[in-house]
């Protein structure tokens, strides 16, 4: 029960880390009186990492882990 708890611990640590980071390509901002507009583009051809194993398990016999999990970001930015 331990293992279990602290494993979502550490998901639930993981996944706001990264989404506080934010890894995007491009941030553009504008302004219009006092109203600021942000658009984004995400940068999903980032190297996967131990947060990428642990957020979306480990990558299935014969698949390349870059393509794996750049696919898993792009369906959960959806």
Do not use: I, N
């Not at 980071?21 to 583009?41: I, M, P, W």
């Amino acid at each position: 029960m331990r293992v279990r708890l602290r494993r979502a611990a550490l998901a639930l640590l993981g996944a706001s880390v990264a989404s506080s980071a934010g890894c995007y390509e491009r941030v553009v901002r504008t302004r219009h009186g006092d109203v600021v507009s942000e658009v984004s583009k995400p940068d999903f051809d980032e190297k996967p990492g131990a947060l990428d194993e642990l957020m979306w398990g480990p990558v299935p016999a014969g698949q390349d882990p870059e393509t794996y999990y750049r696919k898993k970001k792009q369906l959960m930015a959806k």
